[in-house]
């Protein structure tokens, strides 16, 4: 990818979008400086709330040579730091799913408003990030590829439903329109194997366009380099193959 002769830029700035109801919520976005056209990605933040990883995820997707936006879905929770709203938020019993969709579907808008952008837009996310990246790209058309890191309660028992979270993503596989990759734990509990093995054999049912990668000695949350449960040599194959992945069906004609 890399020459020594390369010039690289980037614009990188808190912007604000409409969401869902067409709310005006806060985002974060960063692309490369240059006519393009770029890709798109549209980078979904985990429970613990929009923070510094995500900023650094956004502007990683930018140094790629994707336009990037991570939509702040806790703006109308108002402002603080991203541990004090991801807390209230949690305490709040999370984020309603169709909240989070209107929201996403916004930055999808947005990125596809702009000039430099070629048309094309994936959705990543981790932890409950991944698994809003698959609800979306089952409800709300228009991706060309979704990036699901270890997202939990894909797979929810019909007990966990509740007025926020009525159905489980699981359910709407039939609905997926745009090729998925997953990267998960072993040692993950949420979602466990056994939840990945019936997510991917709901995939199979289905036909759909899919590729899951199981890393042996990881758990939840093994891209965070900043905590405990940080592997290096999984992190690296896991973001290796992202990007082969999001090079193969948003980069190609």
């Not at 108002?78 to 984020?95: F, S, W």
């Not at 040599?233 to 193969?248: P, T």
Request: aromatic share 12%; proline share 7%.
């Amino acid at each position: 990818m890399y020459r020594t002769d390369m010039y690289e830029s980037m614009l990188a700035e808190t912007v604000t979008i409409q969401g869902a109801k067409g709310d005006t919520i806060n985002a974060y976005f960063a692309r490369p400086l240059g006519p393009g056209p770029f890709p798109g990605m549209v980078v979904i933040h985990h429970l613990p709330g929009w923070d510094e990883w995500y900023r650094e995820a956004t502007r990683k997707f930018a140094h790629h040579g994707y336009a990037a936006i991570s939509p702040n879905l806790y703006t109308r929770e108002g402002h603080g730091t991203p541990e004090d709203l991801g807390a209230k938020v949690r305490a709040a019993g999370g984020v309603p799913d169709d909240q989070i969709v209107g929201d996403v579907e916004g930055s999808l808008r947005y990125l596809r408003s702009l000039p430099n952008v070629n048309g094309k837009v994936g959705v990543f996310g981790t932890c409950s990030g991944g698994r809003n990246a698959f609800l979306v790209a089952c409800r709300v058309k228009g991706f060309s590829a979704a990036v699901d890191c270890w997202g939990g309660r894909v797979v929810m028992a019909k007990e966990d439903l509740n007025p926020k979270t009525p159905v489980a993503p699981i359910d709407y596989t039939k609905d997926l329109s745009c090729p998925l990759l997953g990267l998960f734990g072993e040692e993950d509990q949420s979602p466990s194997p056994a939840q990945v093995a019936q997510h991917e054999a709901e995939l199979k049912k289905h036909g759909k366009n899919y590729e899951f990668h199981m890393y042996p000695k990881a758990g939840h949350g093994f891209f965070y380099y900043d905590r405990p449960a940080y592997r290096q040599e999984q992190a690296v194959d896991g973001w290796n193959k992202l990007f082969a992945f999001l090079e193969k069906h948003l980069n190609s004609r």
